[in-house]
Antibody, heavy 119, light 107 residues
Framework: EVQLVESGGGLVQPGGSLRLSCAAS????????MSWVRQAPGKGLEWVAN????????YYVDSVKGRFTISRDNAKNSLYLQMNSLRAEDTAVYYC????????????WGQGTLVTVSS | SYVLTQPPSVSVAPGKTARITCGGN??????VHWYQQKPGQAPVLVIY???DRPSGIPERFSGSNSGNTATLTISRVEAGDEADYYC??????????FGGGTKLTVL
């Protein structure tokens, strides 16, 4: 059974940093593109970043470029999101999601971790 | 940048057919994917590549895409189908892009 379990969320002050983790199991993690998708309270879904199987390609939504870094450790079956210079508008539930093959489709999602940026 | 437009809400009686639209400029030339999200839960893929259904998704869920509108159709609607539904495409300028979501209410 595919499982994605996020952790690392919490309350952080504006300008602060946070590192999210996603532990994957039930599939060959190193064979899949992985993404982070976020959802602000009461709002819709927003793709944040994705990373290729070997980490050689990474893409970001414009609003987080230069502040967030996606990475992965295939030996540990883990995905990460380093978030720096956090802003109030980054407050959201952050989901880890697996891509269906080489497609932009998200076929499995974690339960999410809440990040709150507030003073 | 590309924009996907969904109605904020759709209401339907149990047993009837719900149609949720996703509008975009020449969206028929793109592949559209649909997700269901129930309150407090993670999204679930219900339709991909316009009309394909993942295993475990009931045949009551179907999709179509043509011109400037993609449609998610839910036949014989049940109370358990009440949820938010999001369409999604890939666009060269926006990468993975979601619509604003539609809240389906079962009357």
């Amino acid at each position: 059974e595919v499982q994605l379990v996020e952790s690392g969320g919490g309350l952080v002050q504006p300008g602060g940093s946070l590192r999210l983790s996603c532990a994957a199991s039930g599939f060959t993690f190193s064979s899949y593109w992985m993404s982070w998708v976020r959802q602000a309270p009461g709002k819709g879904l927003e793709w944040v970043a994705n990373i290729k199987q070997d980490g050689s390609e990474k893409y970001y939504v414009d609003s987080v470029k230069g502040r967030f870094t996606i990475s992965r450790d295939n030996a540990k079956n883990s995905l990460y999101l380093q978030m720096n210079s956090l802003r109030a508008e980054d407050t959201a539930v952050y989901y880890c999601a697996r891509s269906l093959g080489e497609s932009p489709v998200f076929d499995y999602w974690g339960q999410g971790t809440l990040v709150t940026v507030s003073s | 940048s590309y924009v996907l437009t969904q109605p904020p809400s759709v209401s339907v009686a149990p047993g009837k057919t719900a149609r949720i639209t996703c509008g975009g400029n020449n969206i028929g030339s793109k592949s559209v994917h649909w997700y269901q999200q129930k309150p407090g839960q993670a999204p679930v893929l219900v339709i991909y590549y316009d009309s394909d259904r993942p295993s475990g998704i009931p045949e009551r869920f179907s999709g179509s895409n043509s011109g400037n509108t993609a449609t998610l159709t839910i036949s014989r609607v049940e109370a358990g189908d009440e949820a938010d539904y999001y369409c999604q495409v890939w666009d060269s300028s926006s990468d993975r892009l979601f619509g604003g979501g539609t809240k389906l209410t079962v009357l």
